[in-house]
């Protein structure tokens, strides 16, 4: 199975905090999973992505983790800004299909 | 910058009506893709097409099919459209390899009445 379990669902946090949202799997083809971000109106755009040989990735706020060991990734954005509310999705990547988690809906209150 | 582009924006039916919604890439990628988000922001791959190759979700309704003139478009059409192909359809395109990002257009929101 390839699908991804991601959480929560929804989540609020303020300004200055640090968001953190969490998938797991139970099985990949290729170890490679990025996370999408995509704003109201818009198509997703590639966020941050990692790959099993590595895990952890950083780039600015954004950091993902991925514990190869229980299957799990996790995505932690530090001083959260009103800017990344937006719905963040993580992939699993099959041979000839993408595998989305059902999506975080991430509000920051100024 | 936008790369993908898809039209229209929005689109409302009937149900029984004929759609077509259109994508083109300017990315000069060879594959690309049919994407339904439906209204819980759910994404579900729906069709996946280069220039040889045409997969289809074994989940996709008979009345969906895709239809390219060349590797930078790639249409979407919908024969005989029901209340639940209401969604967001959304476009991507991708270059060659496992670890290509895949670039997705602004989406067209159909709604059948």
């Known amino acids: 199975q390839q699908q991804v379990r991601q959480s929560p669902q929804s989540l609020t946090v303020w300004e200055g905090g640090t968001t953190v949202l969490t998938c797991s799997y139970e099985d990949s083809t290729f170890n490679y999973f990025p996370w999408y971000q995509q704003f109201p109106g818009e198509g997703p755009a590639l966020l941050i992505s990692?790959?099993?040989?590595?895990d952890k990735k950083e780039d600015g706020r954004f950091t993902t983790f991925f514990n190869k060991r229980e299957k799990k990734l996790s995505l932690h954005i530090i001083d959260s800004q009103p800017g990344d509310s937006a719905t963040y999705f993580c992939m699993n990547t099959g041979y000839q299909n993408f595998y989305f988690g059902k999506g975080t809906s991430l509000t920051v209150i100024p | 910058e936008t790369a993908v582009f898809q039209t229209p924006n929005y689109h409302v039916t009937q149900v029984g009506n004929e759609v077509s919604f259109n994508c083109k890439q300017t990315l000069g990628h060879d594959t690309m893709y049919w994407y339904k988000q439906d209204s819980k922001k759910l994404l579900k791959i729906m069709f996946s097409y280069n220039n040889k190759q045409l997969i289809v979700n074994e989940t996709v309704p008979r009345r969906f099919s895709p239809q390219s003139s060349d590797k930078a478009h790639l249409n979407l059409r919908i024969k005989s459209v029901e209340p639940e192909d209401s969604a967001v359809y959304l476009c991507?395109?991708?270059?060659?390899?496992?670890?290509?990002?895949?670039?997705f257009g602004p989406g067209t929101r159909l709604t059948v009445l």
């Open positions: 991507a395109s991708r270059d060659w390899g496992v670890y290509a990002e895949q670039f």
């Open positions: 990692i790959l099993s040989v590595s």
